[in-house]
C-alpha cells in the first residue's frame, strides 16, 4: 500500500491486521523534506521550542547551538522512563503507523530517515518495547513515544521474531541505520498521540467484531425462546429515530430470514382468546434482554462508528508542537498533542462495550435460570440434576468479568492530574483509557465466550439444530469443533479460552 497524504481505519486494518506492506509517495518524502529543510533556514537567530530551548517548564532556558543535537537525545534518554506491561504488537505497530501518518503532513521539521525508519520497522514487524505505563497524555504520550524514539536512534530494545533482543543487534541484523538526529527529531515524536491512538485503532476493530457476535448471539437467543419478531420489525424500529437502533434490528432480521423458530404474533396471539382465558400460557413480551437488543446495541453502534471518525481525524492531524506551516512560513506554537479528543472517545467505547457485556450476562443469566426461561434445565444442565453442574460454575466468571468491567468504566477523561512542575496543569490521560479500554473489551470477548457456550447447549438440549437460522448454525458448528456437547462434567477454562480465540479471530 502506497501512502501519500491521508490514512482510513480501514487502511490501518489492512496494515496492522492483514499486514500489508507499505510505501512511501515521493510526494511525500518531499514534502517532509520541505519542512525540515524550511525549518533549518527558519530557526537560525529565532526562539523556536524545543529546538534551541529546553522543554516543559525549563523552556526559559537557552541552548547552545553546539548542543541542540544532544538535547534531543537527553530529552528522549530521560523520558525512556515506562513500566508495567509491554504493549501487545498490534498496537505498537498501530502506533508507528500513527506517528508516520502524522510526520508524513510535513507540519514537524523531520528528517526524512525518521519515516523511512519507520517504514520499515512496520513492514519488518520489529515491535519497539513500550510500556503501558508512562504519559499523561497531554504533551502527547510523551514516556511511551521515548521508547519508540529510543528504537529509532538505534537504542533501547524490540521484539524480534517473537524475542525480546536490544535494538542494536536487530539492527545489524536486519541492517538497518538509526535516524538522523538533526533539528527536533526526539520532541517531534515524542509530543503527539499517537500511542493512545493506535491502541485506539486496535480497540475499536475489536469493538466492531464485539457488536457483530453480540448481535449473532442476541439472535440466537431469540430462536431458542421462540420469540415473536415484531420487536425487530422496521415498522417498529423505524418509529425511533435513531440510526444505530435501526441498524441493529436490520441486521437482527437478515440473520433470523431462515429461522424456523421466531414466530409472527399475528400466528399466535392476534387469532382469538378466550374470555376465560385469566392467565396467558404464551409469553405476551420477552425479557428486555432479548425484546430491546436494537435499543441496547444500537448506542453501542452509533458510539463505536463516531469514535472511529474520531480516530481518523486524529491520525491525520498534526498532533505535535510546535507546527511548521510551510506555506505560512512561520512556526506556531500550541498545545495539539493534547489527548482529550481520544481519552473522551476511549471512555465512551469502554462504557458501551461494558453495557454490551452487561446484555450477554442478563442473557446467560435468562438462559441458565430455568424459573425465567421454563423451557430449559438448570444451568443448562443436560446430565443429572443434583448431581452434575452444567454451566453453573462458569456463570460465575461470567458474573465477575461483567462486575470488573462496571467498575473500570469509570472514566479516565476527568482524572487529571497536574505535573510537570504544573506546566502540564490540565492533562487528558487518553494512553490510560485507550489501555483501560482494551481491558474492558477483552474481559467482553470473555463472557461472549461463555454465552455462547451456554447457547450451543441450550439448543442441543432442545434439538433445535436444524430449525436454527444459518447464521446460527454456523456459530452452533463451529463452537462444536472445539468443545463437544456435554452432560458429564469437564474442566471448562481450555474451552473458554479456546472459544474466546475464535471469536476474535472470526
Do not use: W
Amino acid at each position: 500500500m502506497k501512502i501519500s497524504n491521508h490514512l482510513n481505519i480501514q487502511d490501518f486494518q489492512k496494515i496492522i491486521i492483514e499486514n500489508q506492506k507499505i510505501e512511501l509517495d515521493d510526494t511525500l518524502l518531499q514534502r517532509v523534506n520541505a519542512s525540515f529543510q524550511f525549518l533549518k533556514e527558519f530557526s537560525k537567530n529565532k526562539v523556536i521550542y524545543g529546538v534551541n530551548t529546553g522543554f516543559g517548564p525549563m523552556a526559559q532556558f537557552k541552548i547552545n547551538d553546539q548542543d541542540t543535537h544532544q538535547l534531543q537525545y537527553n530529552l528522549i534518554r530521560s523520558h525512556s522512563s515506562g513500566i508495567g506491561n509491554p504493549l501487545p504488537a498490534d498496537e505498537v505497530k498501530a502506533c508507528m503507523l500513527a506517528r508516520l501518518n502524522t510526520l508524513s503532513l510535513g507540519h514537524s521539521g523531520v528528517h526524512n530517515s525518521v519515516v523511512n525508519l519507520l517504514k520499515e520497522l512496520i513492514n519488518r514487524n520489529i515491535t519497539p518495547l513500550i510500556f503501558e505505563h508512562g504519559g499523561v497524555g497531554a504533551s502527547g504520550d510523551l514516556v511511551q513515544l521515548a521508547h519508540l524514539a529510543l528504537v529509532l536512534i538505534g537504542e533501547g530494545e524490540v521484539f524480534y521474531k517473537g524475542e525480546r533482543k536490544s535494538t542494536k543487534e536487530v539492527f545489524e541484523i536486519e541492517n538497518l541505520e538509526p535516524i538522523n538526529v538533526e533539528i527536533r527529531e526526539g520532541l517531534a515524536l515524542m509530543n503527539g498521540t499517537s500511542v493512545m491512538s493506535g491502541i485506539g485503532i486496535v480497540n475499536a476493530h475489536k469493538a466492531n467484531q464485539l457488536t457483530e457476535i453480540s448481535i449473532k448471539l442476541s439472535c440466537a437467543i431469540n430462536e431458542i425462546v421462540q420469540a415473536y419478531d415484531d420487536h425487530l420489525s422496521e415498522a417498529l424500529n423505524g418509529t425511533k429515530l435513531h440510526a444505530g437502533q435501526q441498524k441493529i434490528a436490520e441486521k437482527m432480521r437478515a440473520h433470523l430470514a431462515d429461522s424456523k423458530l421466531v414466530r409472527k404474533r399475528a400466528d399466535h396471539l392476534y387469532t382469538h382468546f378466550e374470555e376465560q382465558d385469566k392467565v396467558f400460557k404464551e409469553k405476551v413480551q420477552e425479557y428486555y434482554s432479548i425484546r430491546c437488543v436494537p435499543q441496547i446495541l444500537g448506542p453501542v453502534l452509533d458510539t463505536l462508528e463516531y469514535t472511529e471518525k474520531v480516530l481518523e481525524n486524529e491520525i491525520n492531524s498534526a498532533n505535535d508542537n510546535p507546527i511548521i506551516n510551510v506555506e505560512d512560513q512561520h512556526v506556531y506554537h500550541g498545545g495539539n498533542f493534547h489527548g482529550d479528543y481520544i481519552s473522551l472517545e476511549m471512555d465512551k467505547l469502554k462504557i458501551v462495550v461494558t453495557k454490551l457485556t452487561m446484555l450477554a450476562e442478563r442473557q446467560l443469566n435468562y438462559l441458565l435460570n430455568s424459573k425465567i426461561n421454563e423451557i430449559l434445565p438448570p444451568f443448562v444442565n443436560l446430565g443429572k440434576l443434583g448431581f452434575n453442574f452444567g454451566m453453573q460454575g462458569v456463570q460465575f466468571t461470567a458474573t465477575s468479568t461483567t462486575a470488573e468491567s462496571q467498575m473500570l468504566s469509570n472514566p479516565m477523561y476527568v482524572h487529571s492530574i497536574p505535573n510537570n512542575n504544573d506546566n502540564q496543569d490540565i492533562v487528558s490521560m487518553g494512553t490510560n483509557a485507550a489501555v483501560i479500554c482494551r481491558k474492558v473489551i477483552e474481559n467482553a470477548f470473555e463472557v461472549l465466550a461463555i454465552e455462547l457456550i451456554t447457547i450451543v447447549q441450550a439448543i442441543e438440549y432442545l434439538g433445535f439444530q436444524d430449525k436454527i437460522s444459518s447464521s446460527t448454525k454456523e456459530l452452533y458448528n463451529e463452537v462444536r469443533k472445539i468443545i463437544p456437547a456435554f452432560s458429564d462434567d469437564m474442566v471448562m477454562y481450555p474451552y473458554l479460552e479456546n472459544v474466546k480465540t475464535y471469536l476474535k479471530t472470526t
